[in-house]
DNA sequence: GCAAAAACATGATTAAAATCATAATCACTT
DNA sequence: AAGTGATTATGATTTTAATCATGTTTTTGC
């Protein structure tokens, strides 16, 4: 970890647009901008451990971080991938409990770090930012059902299908052979994402390939088909 | 469904002081009691569907009201089981959202209904509400990762083990033979809230009564063994 | 009190996915 | 450039749980 030189202010921050800090107002931003520090991470860093405080949030400006429960078997359970604009921890943070998950990097990031204080202060005072966190939070548990409903009633040849698509939608561009999702991930990190085992996956993939669903460049995978992976990722489709 | 004669205000509910209502001040609390109105509902009573627009919020005076999505297969996984002074439909109405699940009268129950303004008004002007309303999102958030997590991670039985564990937190009463878990569900709606097959949960209790770790009583489970039911529940107990 | 419908129960079979085992390939370090 | 460790791959086997089938018991509505 390292404090960057060029400690970029909130308010020229690209990133923040697409963030939870894209209204406050620019006293505010000041604040929150005058407190925080950008470091940069490397794959593999491990940003918070699950069980430990919260001291602040985290304002991820560029690159992929994981944010997964370890389940007792040892394996991951990836919650969310977190990207530019994400932000991370606040829930614990506010809910004033231990982390209740662990957050690695998946892909080299800047990430600013907002200490609580100045945080919760603007948060106190700044009503339209608070009510924007709350909608966050109410949007994100209405996923979390739709996971734990996709978890327990799906088979995890759909999930997979399914996985495929959403990260298409958020990290895909366009080639002329497909869509390219642009982000590494293990097999064992896909695994994590739909909750199943390592060769589950590596299996389906190959399946997925054979079927001309997908084909892979490199570490990365190309949706051919993404109709078909719409199909397989429904029930009775 | 018909409007209570007896429409207990709010600053006299007994209910309130284990809810979100618990520290809201006086006069706020004027407003929403004036503008609520108390509903008893019979149990198999549909409160809301997903997908509807929600004009207001539930808070439960009496009674359990399960919390569900419908998968596709049509089976339904139960998100949670609501109790006296629990509030029901805030996070659709506050993510400004469809509601994201549907919600059924397992017991007969008596259910305040604050309508939308009264609601918003209330959380704009007190702040100590609004971050008490965010911390019950965060901590909501938390147990639905955890859930996910068990969904994926842990077997059938180890889930079914822990549902009994906590139902039996939440609902049970001692006996001289052990904690009566006292609400009526049936096997399909324990299989809703594991995410399995009634078949499924039929086996395994029978199973658990055979190692005499609960016994049934009428339609209700006693939990004869907690510490045995807890080693089921874990991984490498 | 009786018929119909739910709910509960159990057996047999099938299907899905985990686990175990082994090997090939890749990617990084020295 | 070789060696080490991680990752990907594939096969065989086992386990788990779903599904299908059938029967019994309990509840509920008339």
Chains 1, 2 share one sequence.
Do not use: W
Not at 16 to 33: G, I, N
Not at 109 to 123: G, M, Q, S, Y
Request: net charge neutral.
């Amino acid at each position: 970890m390292k404090v960057q030189p060029k400690n970029t202010p909130c308010e020229l921050c690209m990133s923040r647009k697409f963030s939870l800090f894209a209204d406050v107002t620019e006293p505010h931003l000041c604040q929150l901008s005058d407190s925080k520090n950008l470091i940069t991470h490397k794959k593999g860093q491990i940003l918070f451990y699950e069980g430990t405080k919260p001291l602040g949030v985290f304002c991820i400006s560029d690159g992929v971080v994981k944010v997964y429960k370890t389940a007792s078997n040892g394996k991951e359970q990836i919650i969310r991938l977190a990207k530019k604009g994400d932000f991370l921890g606040y829930a614990s943070l506010l809910g004033e409990e231990a982390y209740s998950n662990s957050a690695t990097i998946v892909e080299d990031a800047n990430i600013c770090f907002v200490p609580r204080e100045p945080f919760l202060k603007v948060l106190a005072e700044d009503t339209a930012f608070h009510r924007r966190v709350t909608k966050a939070l109410c949007h994100d548990l209405g996923i979390m059902e739709s996971k734990l409903t996709d978890a327990t009633q799906k088979s995890i040849r759909e999930r997979l299908a399914f996985t495929l698509l959403k990260l298409s939608e958020t990290y895909g561009i366009d080639g002329k052979e497909g869509e390219k999702i642009d982000i590494v991930l293990t097999r064992e990190e896909i695994a994590g994402i739909v909750g199943t085992a390592t060769e589950t996956v590596i299996r389906l993939l190959s399946e997925f390939k054979k079927d001309d669903l997908i084909d892979f460049q490199g570490k990365k995978i190309i949706v051919l088909d993404k109709k078909g992976l719409a199909r397989l990722s429904d029930f009775y489709g």
